[in-house]
């Protein structure tokens, strides 16, 4: 059985940033919002397209992940910061609403923390980046690939068809090799933040932290560092919902929409 293509519904555009091939996908028209995803796209972004109806949906794909290319001197998030400043500029775009999810919430945390001129609304879901006493259950890079999908969702059934039937399909494996290579590369050495704390005080745009309540990879009680650290930002957890939330609880994808309407 054929998978569904993850990124259905978005339109590819491709620029050269410090000679990088970098991916943009896009879909709707609208006042910009742009989302970082996760370590991966391969679970799909359909949950992204009801936002298009209010929305110009920018997702690009970050170096290392997807068809994106790579770069090995690009060892810590700072420098895809200063990627993604270098996009936004090539493409015009001075000031949107940006959401960021897992370690791509660590990295919308940090661009806004930088660059806060530029984000007019922000919205972290499970995101990565803090130490807390919440710390994950299992080391992500030691647990064999197959089991991994399981540790994303509370529902199953909802990223399977994204899955090959052989669990060690020699392409799906391989790519997903490449990203966790590119994930090591981040956060081997350094899986927290030391520093970001200390600017998360300049998250004074409107901001909302979302949770799912099953996640086994962020705990949702890792939630209360970050509002320890960003006061002013609304909070919503989602029941029946693991790290995938946007994925498993159309509400999520809603609320989503609400915030930034």
């Given amino acids: 059985m054929s998978r569904p293509d993850p990124v259905a519904g978005f339109e590819r555009q491709t620029y050269t940033i410090n000679g990088l091939k970098t991916t943009v996908l896009t879909a709707g028209r609208g006042k910009p919002l742009v989302f970082f995803h996760g370590a991966g796209i391969w ?3 359909k949950f992204a397209l009801p936002w298009m109806e209010k929305f110009r949906v920018i997702v690009p794909i970050h170096p290392g992940f997807g068809d ?10 700072h420098d895809y910061v200063m990627h993604y400043v270098e996009l936004f500029d090539a493409m015009g775009l001075d000031k949107f609403h940006l959401v960021g999810f897992s370690l791509g919430g660590w990295l919308a945390a940090k661009f806004a923390s930088e660059h806060g001129h530029r984000v007019e609304r922000l919205i972290l879901i499970g995101p990565a980046g ?6 994950p259950k299992g080391d992500f890079f030691t647990l ?12 199953f059934d909802v990223i ?23 994930l090591a590369r981040l956060m081997w050495e350094s899986p927290y933040d030391r520093k970001l704390p200390r600017y998360l005080h300049r998250l004074t745009m409107p901001t909302l932290l979302m949770w799912g309540e099953d996640d ?9 560092l970050w509002r320890q650290h960003i006061p ?12 995938l939330v946007l994925d498993e609880k159309r509400e999520a994808v809603e609320a989503v929409q609400q915030f930034l309407s």
């Fill in 68 to 77: 994106a290319d790579d770069e090995p001197a690009m060892n810590e998030l």
């Fill in 43 to 45: 679970h799909g972004l």
């Fill in 160 to 182: 399977k068809p994204y899955l090959p039937d052989n669990p060690k399909d020699i392409d799906f494996m391989g790519a997903r090799y490449r990203e966790a290579g590119t």
């Fill in 130 to 135: 803090l130490r807390g006493k919440e710390q």
């Fill in 144 to 155: 064999p690939p197959e089991q991994i999908p399981a540790m994303l969702v509370s529902n």
């Fill in 216 to 224: 086994k990879l962020l705990p949702v009680q890792s939630a209360a």
């Fill in 232 to 243: 002013a930002a609304k909070f919503q957890s989602f029941k029946g919902a693991g790290h």
